[in-house]
Nanobody
């Protein structure tokens, strides 16, 4: 089974930047999609960005396109999220998650990390 451990996050003023990391423990991630999801108070969890581990194809929610960058280091089995030009509406708990390619839902989750953007 894949286990995920997140790091990063914190508090920043609007316009600032933060980096998140997600270390995955698994024998192989070849057939997986890894994603960053977030949940703000009173809102549903949403997929922010995702990446196919083998090809590195990326997906971004419209709300973060041009501001967030997802990437992965295959050797370290670590996924990253670089968040620039942060807005107060980006405030949420951010989770990394993994799913098999072709599956609709993410099956394994990290513990979550708080990102707070103040105006």
């Amino acid at each position: 089974q894949v286990q995920l451990v997140e790091s990063g996050g914190g508090q920043v003023q609007a316009g600032g930047s933060l980096d998140l990391s997600c270390a995955a423990s698994a024998r192989t991630l070849t057939n997986f999609v890894l994603g960053w999801l977030r949940q703000a108070p009173g809102k549903e969890r949403e997929v922010v960005a995702a990446i196919t581990w083998s090809e590195g194809r990326t997906y971004y929610a419209d709300s973060v396109k041009g501001r967030f960058t997802i990437s992965r280091d295959s050797a370290k089995k670590t996924m990253y999220l670089r968040m620039n030009s942060l807005k107060p509406e980006d405030t949420a708990v951010y989770y990394c998650a993994v799913k098999l390619r072709g599956e609709a839902t993410y099956s394994r989750w990290g513990q979550g990390t708080q990102v707070t953007v103040s105006s």
